[in-house]
């Protein structure tokens, strides 16, 4: 073996290429030949030869490392492991079982678990973790393949968890929260220190596959209830994350996992209090927690604990669970009482409250009943809705209308509903901004028997006139669609999900630095995917956000590729290349971003000028010179940001400050160019989730009794009038907006004044007939129309604008088809 | 080369720890306890048969050194009568922590040796103190070179303040004494930590060799609310413990616990020796949990926040309060727990904690097996039993997925299982030798065990030999790497390659290694070639038989 300096060598081709160098012999012409290329070569190229199946390179690599990895010294031992898995991460799963590669880095992987070295342990978790994701892929792939590995693997990982060094045992539970699949036997056996005998583990088919569960590895066994009382918080914390995370595989993993997850609520570190918490919450989210009743007494304490974030973690999860028992449910709002007693601040107690009766329909129409009885019992003045208790007990009461269980007629004692109109900011603000108020109060006054809304003149046997029955059929409606509202749209949730989803797509990004630009590119897709389910379901501003980072999500997509394809940097550039093609849509995005959505806020704004300044900068590069329409734009870009952070209400990022700095020295941009790398690499995505009032503007618009089977008559050459119906989504009057109408080549704009038309700030509608100039000597031709809007803020390098909108454009609506034909033709 | 393993306490038994192990010639003592059932020269180990073992006439040319793991007297007692009444003068080690503890412990033994009025086997004071004079501590990790060949190293044991497993290592056979330790970690003291080391031969302690523990966090959750569950009532809270350990982790637990919820009821602690072992565990935060060490900057642990100032007379003032008293067991005898529990036992709001173990005859006892409502104290009078009693199972030994654990991690050559009950050693012994593969021994008191030890032997190599090895491994290799491409990469892990050369020994007793052609060379001879032609007779019809 070579000298260890050489062999500790970061880069695993490198270390390779030294490897092969000092030994004489054959080797060398082989090794030394391919190893220099691996090294210059962009991975991504390499990535592509290497599917292309040409070159075995990858087969090389692991075989070098796999030999360095069996050598003496640990230092290098370990960076071999490494190496094996930068190569492993690399390669294509379904390729890299072909080869083979897996089984091999896993061979090695195995022998090294028990190293003398607390560094190749390390190692080797972390090997053994993508080997165990590999093989996944590798099953997703092919279903026959042998399941047994996945649950060997499993315990592999897990009998490196009772490792004696720390950073191995941190590693080895952060490993196991990450596998994918894995049968229930060896889940239970974790939880349990005591060997469950074979015969009593049911042989659960997981996703499929049968297993005979056995324990192979004794000291795996019970590994979670290790975890969880280890010295190290750190690895508490690892231990809790994967415990939660396992959950979703098995529910008899996941009720036995809540024992365990319970007990650390007593753990002296908030750090592990919290993340037990979010674990907790995770399985909440996923309908895996079913607590039960040996639990409460340590899920109450929470709820009056002596740290806000853990009341307010307690409180979150306690809004998801569906608690079995009245009794429990009872103690649950006690306490929930007992704490706004102690800290009356916490407002957002009501909120839970609210959604605990409503995920309890029966239980909250008990305490109505209570209430009622409470109200009706106790003389003027003793009973103050004031008191915290009332107010709360209240909102329990009405919650249970909303409930799911509406199979069983709940009957509220409508004295509830009158007191509770008093209360009606409380009520509103637990519901959530979805609901409006003053439906929420015409609802109560209804409900409540209060003929206070609309026709004041009827009597008060309510309910027997004509016009108090259309009233109450239309409160009932808007009620309705907020009760609906309330249910598919936990705000709460929705934003949960978004942040996990920005927090991938960071993942993402980061992934493209090292170079799997298609992985990254799939996973920024699917996450686009999510984020436009979400966005179907939601409205009002979070829906426009939910938009809005659909969006960004393009955009960043693009930034990806486009970026992939200037670094492979082919020099051909005859008509519209590929970068053309996307920079060209990445522009459209990034305006879109610009100009589509009202009410920006700062950080949005600053996050879209960002974007806009790394997609003129993409734009230089892929000229390869500079354009004075580009840097025109790039310093337009620098100055807005600046402008923004001029207060310093957000900070200058260190990439807009490079490519300040650098334009600020060099005025034609050829610096920029030069230094593009440095630059790009300086990108960071830092999504905000703060969205403020964002609206989203758009337009939606048809062409009365127009479709292919029955189509506008025309004469040809002749002008010819088209009626449109058009709506419009927080238009503001200083947009102007154009109809853009393309026959093939030629094109027509036309201003659309819609100041005639009606509606409130929110939604414009109106009706105007267009006329097309010129129509074709044809005998039947078809009409694209779209809806347009100029940006405002964009410079437009088409000076002379021919009576049409400037060059610097958004579409707002879909394209639409007319169709007409020539009367001749009739 | 050989290890000698000679078991003179806790050989298929608890109480008076004490092994001597010879390798390579130094022999070294592993623990001095006493056992404490037994009473006079019989509560000591056999010395006498180290000196018959060894050949020598007196202890300090026997032994080369004595090492104690910890405080607790079935590890430590026997050591003031071994070197002064004995008259060892070589070197002793202990850590730092163990000799901070150890007057204490073994002076109160004292104590109970001029209270039973043994007749022989006793030591004075000054012994004790001239014993502790001669200790050499040990830190943590620190490697000590005991003379030119032997090596020791402690590594920490949890257990208890200042317990340590020890490493010791003569030329290349190595072992590892325990000592008691603890796998998982209290809230004051870290588990049981260690490198993975080659070793011949581990001793580790067996007191749990067939009891597999549910979590900690379990108990800890019980006691948590069983107290809650009384001083929210209202009731008060007697828990009877002995000094040090116990009491300094339930308090933890309740001052956390305490903290969260905001309380404001007091936690008494009566004994002057508990505050006394506070301030050592306070001096010796190096040895205590990560979590400690990690905070005490900020806020030492061991100055309990809600810990408040106690007075006898407190104990008849109502409202809910937290008590802890000693001694553990509550004996009829007296004591203050007794005197407590006395006053609070009728209510049936209170509540009164047990310790794991009781001696039996104790009211503890009593109380742990069944539930009494009536308890005869003498002739004249007797208490109404009517509190709620909860049973504490914190342990501070291993269980026996711990142990397994453990031998499985350092991977030794050969175990040999102390400190624990004859029926439990043996059963832990099958699964060692099943599930591990380890030749497993558990020798009774005084028997002796020998193992083969590791030798390395250095050896030289020719150039020739090196070079023909190498050689050979790149074709090999080279041929694989066709096989590769043909999609076979599985084998490149069975890569270990067998050599072909010959072992010669020199007169000067170098040993070298070389090729087989190079060998006529060396030797200075000429080839002879041996031809033999087989003659084998054989019929044609044979072959179908």
């Known amino acids: ?826 | 080369m050989s290890i000698e393993c000679l078991v003179l306490g806790a050989g298929q038994d608890v109480g008076k720890s004490c092994v001597v192990a010879t390798i390579g010639g130094r022999r070294v003592m592993f623990d001095c306890g006493v056992h404490l059932f037994c009473r006079g020269r019989s509560s000591y180990p056999e010395f006498d048969r180290i000196l018959a073992a060894s050949g020598a006439t007196d202890f300090t040319a026997a032994i080369s050194c004595v090492v104690i793991t910890h405080s607790h007297l079935d590890h430590i007692g026997a050591l003031p009568y071994f070197t002064e009444v004995c008259g060892y003068h070589g070197p002793i080690y202990m850590t730092y922590p163990t000799k901070a503890l150890a007057p204490m412990m073994l002076e109160d033994y004292r104590k109970v040796m001029v209270d039973q009025q043994w007749e022989e086997g006793q030591y004075s004071y000054e012994d004790i103190l001239r014993c502790l004079k001669k200790v050499i501590p040990l830190d943590l990790k620190q490697t000590i070179q005991v003379d030119k060949d032997l090596v020791i190293r402690a590594y920490y044991a949890g257990h208890v303040l200042g317990a340590a497993m020890i490493y010791a290592k003569v030329g290349d056979a190595a072992i590892v004494y325990t000592g008691d330790y603890n796998m998982t970690p209290d809230r004051h003291l870290g588990a049981a930590q260690i490198d993975r080391l080659k070793l011949d031969l581990l001793i580790t302690e067996s007191t749990y060799a067939k009891t597999t523990r549910d979590s900690r966090r379990a108990r800890e959750r019980e006691f948590l609310q069983a107290v809650h569950k009384c001083v929210s009532g209202g009731g008060k809270v007697l828990i009877p413990l002995f000094a040090v350990g116990r009491a300094q982790e339930l308090c933890m637990l309740l001052d956390d616990y305490w903290e969260r919820m905001n309380w404001k009821i007091p936690i008494y602690f009566s004994a002057g020796l508990t505050i006394q072992s506070n301030t050592y565990y306070k001096m010796l935060i190096g040895w205590t949990s990560q979590k400690i060490k990690d905070n005490y900057r900020a806020h030492n642990p061991f100055d309990f926040k809600h810990v408040c100032h106690f007075e006898r007379s407190f104990i008849n003032n109502p409202g809910p309060c937290v008590l802890f008293a000693t001694p553990g067991m509550i004996s009829n005898s007296g004591g203050f727990s007794f005197e407590v529990f006395k006053k609070w036992a009728p209510s049936e709001k209170n509540l009164v904690t047990l310790p794991g173990y009781c001696a039996p005859g104790s009211i503890g006892h009593k109380l742990m097996s069944g539930k009494p409502t009536r308890i005869e104290v003498d002739k004249d009078t007797h208490i109404d039993v009517r509190c709620q009693i909860h049973q504490l199972a914190f342990s501070p030994h291993t269980d026996s997925k711990g142990i397994m654990d453990l031998i499985e991690f350092l991977s030794p050559k050969h175990v040999i299982l102390v400190h624990g009950e004859k029926p439990l050693m043996a059963f832990l012994k099958e699964r060692v030798e099943s599930e591990l593969g380890m030749p497993c021994y558990y020798p009774a008191n005084n028997e002796s065990v020998s193992i083969p030890a590791t030798k390395n032997l250095k050896m030289s190599a020719t150039e020739r030999f090196i070079t023909s090895c190498a050689g050979e491994q790149t074709e090999d290799n080279l041929r694989k790497q066709k096989l590769i491409c043909g999609s076979n990469m599985a084998e490149a892990n069975t890569d270990r390659k067998l050599a072909e050369g010959i072992l010669l020994m020199e007169k000067n007793k170098a040993v070298k290694i070389l090729c087989e052609d190079e060998l006529v060379q060396v030797l200075g001879m000429e080839r002879h070639l041996v031809q033999n032609e087989p003659m084998v007779s054989s019929r044609t019809g044979a072959a179908g038989e």
């Open chain 1, 1 to 826: 073996m070579g000298d260890p300096h050489l062999l500790s060598s970061a880069h695993p081709a490198a270390a390779a290429s030294s490897f092969a160098r000092k030994h004489p012999g054959p080797i060398d012409e082989r090794f030394s030949d391919p190893s220099p290329h691996i090294t210059k070569r962009p991975r991504v190229a390499a990535d592509t030869a290497a599917t292309g199946g040409s070159a075995p390179y990858p087969e090389a690599e692991v075989r070098s490392l796999v030999m360095m990895a069996g050598g003496i010294y640990p230092l290098a031992r370990a960076e071999a492991l490494r190496g094996l898995a930068a190569v492993l991460g690399k390669v294509d799963a379904y390729r890299c079982f072909v080869a083979g590669i897996v089984e091999c880095c896993y061979g090695c992987a195995v022998e090294l678990m028990r190293d003398e070295d607390e560094g190749v342990r390390l190692a080797v978790v972390g090997l053994l973790g993508l080997c165990a994701q590999k093989f996944a892929a590798r099953w997703d792939v092919d279903a026959k393949s042998d399941g047994d590995i996945m649950d060997l693997i499993f315990q592999q990982l897990s009998s490196m968890a009772r490792d004696m060094c720390t950073k191995v045992r941190i590693e080895a539970f952060g490993a196991l929260g990450k596998m994918q699949r894995v049968s229930e036997g060896v889940l239970l056996q974790l939880l349990s220190k005591k060997v469950i005998k074979t015969d009593t583990m049911s042989g659960t088919i997981i996703k499929g596959q049968k297993l005979p569960p056995k324990l192979k590895i004794p000291c795996a066994a019970g590994i979670f209830a290790h975890g969880i009382e280890d010295e190290f918080y750190q690895v508490r914390t690892a231990a809790c994350t994967s415990l939660g995370a396992l959950a979703k595989f098995s529910s008899q993993y996941a009720e036995k996992a809540l024992d365990l997850l319970m007990d650390m609520m007593n753990d002296d570190t908030e750090t592990v209090r919290l993340q037990t918490l979010q674990a907790l919450f995770h399985m909440a989210t996923y309908g895996y927690l079913s607590m039960q009743e040996k639990h409460m007494h340590m899920f109450l304490g929470l709820l009056v604990d002596a740290n806000a974030l853990i009341r307010n973690a307690a409180r979150k999860i306690l809004g998801l669970v569906n608690l079995p028992k009245l009794q429990m449910f009872k103690s649950a709002i006690d306490c929930l009482i007992a704490s706004l007693e102690k800290n009356p601040e916490e407002q957002d107690i009501y909120g839970i409250l609210f959604s605990i009766g409503k995920n309890h329909g029966s239980f909250s129409a008990n305490i109505a009943k209570h209430l009622a009885k409470e109200i009706a019992t106790a003389s003027d003045g003793e009973l103050i809705l004031d008191r915290p208790r009332v107010k709360a007990l209240m909102i329990v009461s009405i919650s249970a209308p909303f409930s799911d269980d509406k199979h069983k007629k709940l009957d509220i004692p409508s004295i509830i509903f009158s007191h509770a109109i008093s209360l009606l900011g409380k009520v509103s603000c637990a519901l959530g901004e979805e609901v409006n108020q003053d439906s929420l109060l015409s609802y109560l006054c209804h409900k409540g028997g209060m003929p206070l809304w609309g026709n004041r003149s009827v009597s008060a046997e309510f309910g027997e006139s004509e016009s108090c029955k259309v009233e109450t059929v239309e409160v009932g409606e808007q009620i309705e669609n907020t009760a609906k509202a309330t249910k598919c749209l936990d705000r709460v949730l929705v934003m949960q999900s978004v942040e996990s989803i920005l927090q991938t797509v960071e993942g993402a990004w980061t992934m493209r630095m090292s170079c799997d630009v298609c992985e990254a590119r799939t996973i920024l897709r699917t996450c686009k995917e999510e984020l436009k389910v979400l966005a179907e379901n939601s409205s009002g501003s979070i829906g426009a956000f939910l938009s809005f980072l659909c969006e960004y999500l393009d955009a960043i997509r693009l930034v990806v590729e486009l970026w992939q394809l200037i670094q492979l940097d082919n020099s051909y550039t005859v008509g519209l290349t590929a970068p053309d093609i996307l920079l060209e849509k990445l522009n459209i995005s990034v305006r879109r971003m610009e100009c589509c959505y009202a009410g920006l806020n700062r950080g949005l704004e600053v996050q879209v000028m960002e974007l806009s300044l790394l997609a003129n900068l993409l734009g230089l590069s892929n000229i390869g010179a500079c354009s004075k329409a580009v840097l025109s734009k790039l310093v337009w870009v620098i100055n807005r940001l600046e402008g923004l952070c001029a207060d310093g209400s957000c900070e200058l990022s260190d990439f807009s400050r490079e490519i300040k700095k650098t334009f600020e020295a060099d005025h034609i941009g050829n610096a920029l160019i030069r230094n593009i790398h440095t630059s790009v690499e300086l990108f960071r995505l830092k999504p905000t989730t703060d969205f403020g009032a964002l609206k989203a503007i758009s337009a939606v618009f048809q062409v009365c009794d127009n479709n292919s089977e029955n189509p506008l008559s025309y004469i040809c050459g002749l002008p010819v009038g088209v009626s449109f119906n058009i709506s419009l989504w927080n238009i503001s009057s200083n947009n102007r907006l154009w109809l853009h109408m393309s026959i093939g080549e030629s094109v027509q704009h036309t201003f659309l004044e819609f100041s005639s038309f009606e509606g409130d700030g929110e939604v414009k509608s109106g009706s105007m007939v267009v006329p097309l100039n010129t129509t074709p000597m044809a005998h039947s031709f078809v009409l694209r129309v779209c809806l347009i809007m100029e940006c405002y803020g964009g410079i437009s390098s088409n000076q002379e604008r021919h009576g049409g909108p400037s060059d610097c454009v958004v579409q707002l609506s879909d394209e639409l088809d007319v169709y007409f034909v020539s009367t001749g033709q009739r």
